[in-house]
């Protein structure tokens, strides 16, 4: 069964350091998506890719985190420099496109970002 | 706005007992909705989704009808089982955005 890669699963990283994350949607899968995950909490969006495009990243702290999906496949999440509150998990989801909003999202297991 | 309100937990239980996690939501337009569950240290699996008016979503003895009259989306099973034990997340998507809006999410552990 195809599944959502992330790399790596955990992290531990100290305060203004860079640290980077990596995510293999389904394979045909046109829509990415990076959440990011609080403990306890829902999931929230941060960006949203169509095949290579951003369609959403109006939740995304601009100053220090960016996201790129260069060929329309993969993606990786930035963060420079990182801050004790960016400590959360970070969901990479996909799904076949983006339209009727039925598609339902499919999530890799997530990175868990620690800041030190 | 878009929301999502779901009971909060935890909520313990005993193998067998009858569950019910209620969930509403605001929304714009006509949303998807969905149940997620979360196993300790995964990701977020697809439990079960319904995309339009009284439609009910089933899987692995869950079930939730999309009720548009009360803007719910509640949770249900009859028998719980002690691997039951996970995060239940609702969500909806749709009326205009595909982004998934996420409730809190509700704990559930089921003793033996």
């Known amino acids: 069964e195809a599944e959502v890669a992330q790399s790596p699963r955990y992290k531990i990283t100290e305060k203004s350091q860079a640290v980077a994350f990596w995510c293999d949607p389904i394979s045909g899968h046109a829509t990415l998506y990076w959440y990011r995950q609080i403990l306890g909490q829902g999931p929230e969006l941060l960006v949203q890719?169509?095949?290579?495009?951003?369609?959403?990243d109006s939740q995304l702290p601009k100053d220090r985190f960016s996201a790129e999906r260069l060929k329309g496949v993969d993606s990786t999440l930035k963060i420079q420099p990182a801050e004790l509150g960016d400590s959360a998990m970070y969901l990479c989801a996909s799904s076949l496109a983006a339209g009727t909003g039925s598609y339902e999202q499919y999530f890799g297991p997530g990175t868990r970002l620690t800041v030190t | 706005g878009n929301s999502v309100t779901q009971m909060e937990g935890p909520v313990t239980l005993s193998e067998e007992a009858f569950l019910t996690i209620n969930c509403t939501y605001t929304a714009t337009g006509y949303p998807s909705l969905f149940w997620y569950v979360q196993y300790p240290g995964e990701g977020l699996q697809l439990l079960l989704k319904?995309?339009?008016?009284?439609d009910k979503g089933s899987n692995k003895g869950f079930e939730a009808t999309y009720r548009k009259e009360t803007t719910s989306f509640h949770l249900e099973k009859g028998s719980v089982q002690v691997s039951d034990s996970a995060v239940y997340f609702c969500?909806?998507?749709?009326?205009?955005?595909?982004?998934?809006?996420f409730g809190k999410g509700t704990k559930l552990t089921v003793n033996p």
């Open positions: 969500a909806r998507s749709g009326g205009g955005s595909e982004k998934l809006v």
């Open positions: 890719f169509q095949d290579e495009s951003v369609v959403d």
């Open positions: 319904a995309t339009k008016a009284d």
